[in-house]
């Protein structure tokens, strides 16, 4: 099936890499017209070549940033919230900063981004949100802080703009093949993929494009009936 997505609008952000980016690439290649956002400017130069329409600066911890951003783009069709960040460590060895800055760039970067966007899909009769989350949202591992409150306000989007047009849903991935996940693979030491790749049932990690065709659905007219869910697609990291 092509051209999912034709004739619609879509900003997405942390497009410079990972899942973001697969995001980007595969929207565009359905016909969207795609505005891939990242701080790291020079990560999403050259996304012109895959079919982005545009690229721009933003961060999205930046109220004042988003706002003007959001006012600059006007009216969008689909809204993808892509940017996030992992802690590992237990309540002991998470600081109150580190602290701060996870749920400042998980959560509220997406409390931002809908707040800034939402009003013109409201007067344009409505969009889809798209929320990345994480199955560590749903059941954490050892030594992580959970992504639950994604969820939450995911749903409580949902929830109050469920006859306004408007729908919100999550996609909870596994552990999946990007380079910040390489990164951190390689901070555990030589057998630190292995240990990734171990807690996925099916033996393998799972990739970004993987992830980028849930969210093609979830922009898509076909997810129409669609909101306040929390997709998961985790190579059976939850059964």
């Given amino acids: 099936m092509a051209d999912r997505l ?10 410079a890499a990972g899942i973001g980016r697969a995001c980007a690439i595969a929207f565009a ?10 701080i790291n400017e020079s990560g999403i130069t050259g996304l ?16 004042a940033d988003v706002n003007a951003f959001a006012k ?11 940017a996030g960040f992992v802690h590992h460590g237990t309540i002991l ?11 400042d760039l998980n959560v509220k970067s997406m409390h931002r981004t809908i707040r800034a966007f939402l009003p013109d899909m409201l007067a344009g009769g ?30 409580a989007v949902a929830l109050d703009f469920i006859t306004k047009g408007i729908r919100c849903n999550s996609i909870c991935p596994g552990t999946v093949e990007t380079p910040s996940m390489l990164d951190r693979a390689a901070a555990q030491g030589p ?21 980028a065709s849930m969210a093609i659905y979830l922009g898509s007219d ?18």
Wanted: one cysteine or more; aromatic letters at 4%; a neutral charge.
């Fill in 48 to 63: 012109a070549k895959e079919g982005i329409a545009e690229t721009a600066k933003l961060d999205v911890r930046n109220t």
């Fill in 93 to 103: 060895e998470c600081s109150e900063e580190d602290f701060d800055f996870s749920f």
């Fill in 29 to 38: 290649r359905e016909g969207a017209t795609v505005i891939a956002t990242d």
């Fill in 6 to 15: 034709k004739g619609k609008r879509a900003v997405i952000t942390a497009a």
């Fill in 222 to 239: 076909e997810s129409a009936f669609t909101t306040g869910v929390d997709l998961v697609v985790d190579g059976g990291y939850m059964l």
């Fill in 72 to 82: 600059r783009v006007g009216k969008v069709d689909i809204l993808l919230n892509a």
């Fill in 126 to 155: 409505g969009g889809s949100i798209v929320n990345i989350s994480s199955c560590a949202a749903l059941r954490p591992p050892a030594n992580r802080s959970s992504k639950a409150a994604v969820s939450l306000l995911t749903r």
């Fill in 191 to 211: 057998q630190g993929k292995e240990m990734f790749v171990s807690r996925q049932k099916m033996g393998r990690l799972g990739t970004a494009d993987e992830i």
